[in-house]
């Protein structure tokens, strides 16, 4: 199937380009330097030409694909050691005995490998150190400190590492304020994320 396509709008010395969401019709920006852009309010990607805006493809790959966690709260993240951790380890019994210490992300997860597709035949644990602000309305913000995990990403046993937490490094139709995401490695597995999972960029 032929991805969906919109026109680009309108131009600025050929540099700062605007075109409708593919797939929501949202005005996007494109970003400097960017090969790709995120759409806030639908989550899909897409890419820039030259005279169209084009939905990307489920098969892409080769780049880090976000999808968004249900902490709205979190911004200007800072992700530290991103860790694949084993379902019995300590970090994780204090995440869910005491959430105080971090936060545990309540996922459901696809039976898919979320690199490739093919049936899952393991899942995989992550976990990250993050610094971020919580008060957006606060004229000194206070910055904190948490553990954030999350439990069953889903890969085949020809693949690891298939997801991670991140900061989005961008929106294409307004500013990221460097919100929380889990990374893919293929389109695919964000999409296949994204259906078991309603939160949305722009909550």
């Known amino acids: 199937m032929t991805p969906k396509e919109t026109p680009i709008a309108s131009t600025f010395l050929g540099f700062v380009k605007k075109a409708p969401c593919p797939s929501c019709g949202t005005t996007l920006t494109k970003s400097p330097g960017a090969a790709l852009t995120l759409c806030s309010r639908c989550g899909d990607y897409a890419e820039f030409g ?29 992700v530290g050691s991103v860790l694949r951790l084993d379902p019995a380890n300590a970090v994780l019994d204090a995440l869910r005995t005491r959430p105080s210490e971090g936060r545990l992300l309540k996922a459901a997860w696809p039976k898919e ?14 976990a990250a150190e993050v610094e971020f602000q919580t008060d957006a309305g606060a004229m000194n913000r206070a910055r904190s400190r948490a553990r954030v995990a999350a439990e069953g990403a889903p890969h ?9 937490f991140a900061r989005v490094p961008g929106f294409g139709d307004r500013a990221s304020r460097g919100r929380l995401g889990l990374a893919f490695r293929s389109y695919g597995g964000q999409l296949r994320f994204r259906a078991l999972n309603a939160w949305r960029w722009d909550a």
């Open 50 to 78: 030259k005279t169209t805006l084009r939905a990307l493809a489920p098969d892409a790959a080769g780049l880090e694909y976000h999808a968004p966690t249900p902490w709205t709260d979190i911004e200007n993240a800072i």
């Open 113 to 126: 490998c979320c690199v490739c597709g093919a049936p899952a035949t393991r899942a995989e644990t992550i």
């Open 156 to 164: 085949c046993a020809a693949h690891e590492g298939g997801a991670r």
